[in-house]
Structures are given as C-alpha cells and as structure tokens.
C-alpha cells in the first residue's frame, strides 16, 4: 500500500544547531510533497513544496530536498531556535489521496 | 491567522448528544476539508468537499455527518459518538482547480481545530 512516513517521533538539538527530518514513501511516487509545522493544540501551517524535478527548495532558514531514488525527502532548519520547537509534518498526494505522516516533534534546547 | 476559523475550540459531550463543529473560510477557496488528528496518528482525512459537492468519504462511520451549505462554511454534525472519536477535528480549505476532490499542489489552510472529548 503506498504510504508516506516520518520514521523519527522526536528529534532534540541544541540551539545554533542545523535539524534535519526525515519523509520516507513507498509504492508511489508523488509529483510534490509538502511541509508544515503543527504548534501544540493548532491546525498546521504549510511551510514549503517541492515537486519530483526539484532537487532543493529554500525558504529563509529552512531548506528541503527530494530524492526519487531514495524515496525520501530532507527538511533541514540551519541555525535552529528554541521557536523552531514544534511539530512537523510531510505531505503528498498518492494520485488517490493527499496522505500527512505522522510527523517529527523537535525540541531546540537552549 | 489563516483565514480559516473553526468554533467552538473546545468541546465536552456525552454518547448521546448531538453537537455541530462549524468552520469558516474567507480565503475564496472552492475545496474544504475535515480532518480527525489523534494522538500519535497521522492527520486522517475524513471528507473533502469540492465546489460545495461530496467527492471523497473515507469510510467514516454515519455518526459523522459534514455538511456543506456553500463554499466558505462547512459543518459536522455529530451524533452517539464514541469515547474513541475524542480527537483534535481540523477543517482546511484549498483551492482545487480541478472541482473533483482532487489534490492539488496548493497548499492547504487548517483552522486552529476543535479539541473534542466524548465522556
């Protein structure tokens, strides 16, 4: 079955450090995925897309990557703070239904 | 704020009320969405309207009712519920140039939700 999955639940890094997430799929090959960031009891907020012939897209801080061969895509925030803690999630279309993962909770510390 | 509001933000019920979560968009977008979000489970999208048409209804039990009265309001009735439907209920909305349910590359805008409990 197609599927799309943030293996980590929960990543912690110290302040000034670059954090980097991870969004794996599988038995489909989407033409975009999406990022957004969930604070505790809010909807998400849709932070960047990349499509399948986009190898990088940047955003300030934030940087993501796809790759068709891993089947993977990167969210990378560069110089993180402890405002960057939240959760964040991916997402893509399988062509039936748009899918999120079940996302990565980043701690910055101090 | 993104333009899509969602009341009441909280609610407490019992297996045997009916309650309604209403949600608002004033973005001009043409595609609304309900989504069930439950502790350690990816968002699960519950029904997708399309220029005011049902196109998507992913198996959600009848105690679920949406409603759609036109493209900026959306509604989901709820009735019997079960301690299992307490969850965080999302309404997004996006602009879908197709007018099937279909995704599309834009982005998709959640209201802050309604933190449901079923005692």
């Known amino acids: 079955s197609q599927k799309i999955e943030q293996n980590s639940e929960a990543l912690n890094i110290q302040e000034g450090k670059t954090a980097t997430l991870t969004c794996n799929y599988t038995?489909?090959?989407?033409?975009?995925l999406q990022w957004y960031r969930q604070d505790p009891g809010r909807g998400p907020v849709f932070l960047l897309l990349?499509?399948?012939?986009?190898k990088e897209k940047r955003k300030e801080r934030l940087k993501v990557t796809f790759d068709t061969t891993l089947k993977q895509s990167l969210f990378h925030i560069t110089a993180s703070q402890p405002a960057d803690s939240a959760t964040y999630l991916c997402?893509?279309?399988?062509?039936?239904?748009?899918?999120f993962g079940t996302g990565t909770s980043l701690t910055v510390i101090p | 704020e993104t333009g899509v509001t969602q009341t009441p933000r909280h609610l407490v019920m019992g297996m045997t009320n009916k309650k309604s979560l209403k949600c608002e968009q004033h973005?001009?977008?043409?595609?609304m969405y309900w989504y069930k979000q439950s502790a350690k489970k990816p968002l699960e999208l519950m029904f997708v309207?399309?220029?005011?048409?049902?196109?998507e209804n992913n198996s959600v039990p009848s105690r679920f009712s949406p409603e759609c009265p036109n493209s900026s309001h959306l509604f989901l009735h709820l009735h019997t519920l079960q301690p299992e439907d307490s969850a965080l209920y999302l309404c997004?909305?996006?602009?879908?140039?197709?007018?099937?349910?279909?995704?599309?590359?834009?982005?998709?805008?959640f209201g802050p939700g309604t933190r449901l409990t079923v005692l």
């Open positions: 997004a909305s996006s602009q879908d140039p197709t007018g099937l349910g279909a995704s599309s590359t834009d982005t998709q805008y």
């Open positions: 038995n489909y090959s989407p033409a975009y």
């Open positions: 990349i499509r399948e012939n986009e």
């Open positions: 997402a893509s279309d399988t062509g039936n239904q748009f899918y």
């Open positions: 973005l001009g977008h043409n595609a």
């Open positions: 309207y399309s220029l005011e048409e049902r196109v």
